[in-house]
């Protein structure tokens, strides 16, 4: 069974606020103790230019390449959450956080901390905790964690940072935490931290943690004619038609990177002289070569392809690889149904960038002088959308719920046509090589849970013939609340091979659908497993209805390799 983050991420369907419950940051690793109140943010320009002048700390990009979200182990979800006092709010973090109270009780002073000092701070009273070699105060935190003092615990006097990295490679503690920073450890290597290996030539990729067979390295070639340069990467493998190709062209530097399962390729460079800004990618899924063509504003021939950058030709996994993000533009925003709208944002001119199904991708927001992160699952415009668009698509469809005392969201739906917000490339760990021999497909989503599902559904229908049953049990509160209602219905009434069931949980009186919360009885009803079938079964909503879920799920006897849960 694999986890995965599920979208709407900022709070609950049942909650109102961030300080309830809340899917896309909530947890119970230790990761959580950053992410359910911030996700997002980054260290200030100041703070990054006299913290390492003082404490003498090697430059780390963010995320730091090991910082990131990763999947449950094996029958843990990984989520569990208290609730919070009033006033522990994740907005009275920060508001406390910047109250210009000493948080660390040293005075504004920054110390070296040894192995057997960091070891004394051990308590509720007194917690001191280190990741990649920082060493934070997290006491003042413990009251306005969801997860509890018991998860901050586990990390109290030791390095947390293999429990942090465990979740998250999108949350950002330095920032958050910044106001807590004790020091740096004495004697320490800065685990994640990837070095550097600059290069002075365009030679052969360089592998670092690649497969172990030197022959399933990518590489790449170019060529040029008097108008065009082309620059072609040969996988050595089949890639997939879902897209794995994200090229980012701007101000004459080229980034492309090629996502090849748990792998990542990249080309980074200067580029020699000036292109357009128009970027064609031409993949051959096949035998797996892509080739980028772009065309020279000057005509002429160039002596090279351009001056290699930081992590030029670099073959990684891609849980190694620190998020990259671009400034998009909102298109347009329209009304999905009372409290949820359908962004539309278009990516940069010269950039390529299609997210494949089941991937998701992080909104990234300055909010009071801090940078929020939230991941959202994009869907299309609607289910009669092509599940696979052209691989020149430029825009990306979000359906968020927007709350009123959300952090991101707000600010979010106050941005009028024009405004920019920043995104990342595709994250997550789910794969469609699952579905490969999968015969009957069921979706269990609850609330937004649902935005993860949509392009499944499209994706079962329209290119997966072996799949003869698609089935979706949609929750909501309200019937006001379900998402895509008449679309839904609308395929299931023309296609045999799709079937979709509502449950709501305050359904008014007229409702004669079923009513009521997922339990055992419920799943057993839904669920179909004929003679010879081969079942898998998707679950994404809030973090207390996939846990119960996927328990219910493995009663019922579905094994880890048939499940999938989207979390955050």
């Known amino acids: 069974m694999s986890y995965e983050n599920c979208r709407d991420s900022e709070e609950d369907d049942d909650s109102d606020s961030d300080s309830k419950t809340g899917r896309g940051q909530r947890g119970s690793s230790f990761a959580t103790v950053f992410n359910s109140l911030l996700s997002g943010f980054l260290r200030s320009w100041s703070f990054l230019r006299s913290v390492p002048n003082m404490l003498n700390i090697p430059t780390q990009s963010f995320p730091a390449p090991r910082s990131q979200q990763r999947v449950a182990s094996s029958g843990q979800s990984g989520r569990n959450k208290v609730a919070l006092k009033p006033g522990h709010s994740l907005m009275d973090w920060i508001r406390f956080s910047k109250s210009g109270k000493d948080l660390t009780g040293l005075r504004g002073r920054l110390i070296d901390v040894t192995k057997e000092e960091l070891q004394k701070h051990n308590t509720r009273e007194d917690c001191w905790t280190c990741i990649r070699g920082m060493v934070y ?49 004495a004697t320490t290597v800065i685990k994640g931290k990837i070095p550097s290996s600059p290069q002075t030539s365009l030679a052969p990729p360089m592998s670092m943690a690649a497969p172990t067979e030197k022959d399933s390295r990518p590489r790449y070639d170019w060529f040029q004619t008097d108008a065009t340069v082309h620059l072609v990467v040969y996988a050595k493998r089949k890639i997939p038609s879902s897209g794995c190709t994200i090229v980012d062209l701007e101000a004459g530097v080229l980034r492309l990177e090629v996502l090849l399962g748990k792998m990542s390729y990249m080309i980074h460079l200067r580029l020699a002289d000036d292109v357009e800004e128009n970027v064609a990618v031409h993949p051959a899924f096949l035998v797996g070569k892509i080739q980028i063509s772009l065309r020279k504003q000057a005509k002429g021939k160039w002596s090279s392809l351009g001056q290699p950058l930081e992590f030029h030709n670099t073959f990684l996994r891609k849980k190694d690889r620190a998020l990259h993000y671009r400034d998009c533009v909102l298109v347009s925003k329209t009304e999905v149904n009372h409290d949820t709208h359908m962004f539309r944002l278009q990516l940069p001119r010269g950039t390529v960038m299609h997210v494949p199904v089941g991937k998701h991708v992080y909104l990234k927001a300055l909010m009071q002088d801090t940078e929020v992160v939230r991941p959202y699952t994009p869907v299309d415009q609607d289910l009669a959308a092509a599940s696979h668009p052209s691989s020149q698509e430029s825009d990306l469809y979000l359906m968020i719920k927007v709350y009123p005392d959300g952090v991101l969201t707000p600010h979010l739906n106050s941005l009028h046509a024009g405004g920019c917000v920043s995104v990342s490339g595709p994250e997550g760990t ?20 649902f935005t993860p599902m949509a392009r499944l559904i499209q994706l079962a ?94 009663q019922q006897g579905f094994s880890e390799e048939e499940l999938h849960a989207f979390q955050g």
């Open 137 to 185: 105060n997290v006491t003042p935190y413990m009251d306005y964690h969801p997860g509890g003092e018991e998860e901050l615990m586990k990390a109290a006097g030791m390095d947390g940072t293999d429990l942090f990295d465990q979740v998250h490679r999108w949350v950002n503690y330095e920032s958050m935490l910044k106001e807590c920073l004790v020091g740096r450890m």
């Open 430 to 449: 789910f794969s469609l090589r699952p579905l490969r021999d999968v015969t009957h497909l069921y979706l269990l989503a609850a609330g937004t849970g």
């Open 461 to 554: 229908l329209q290119d997966m013939e072996t799949i003869r049953e698609t089935k979706l049990l949609f929750l909501n509160r309200r019937e006001e609340d379900i998402l895509w209602r008449q679309d839904l219905d609308e395929l299931a009434a023309r296609s045999e091979r799709f079937q979709v069931e509502y449950v709501l949980s305050d359904p008014c009186e007229s409702w004669t659908g079923r009513k009521g919360r997922v339990d055992k009885s419920m799943l057993q009803d839904f669920l179909n497993r004929p003679d010879g079938s081969k079942c898998y079964v998707c679950v994404c909503g809030p973090t207390a209805f996939t846990e119960l879920t996927i328990g219910l799920l493995k």
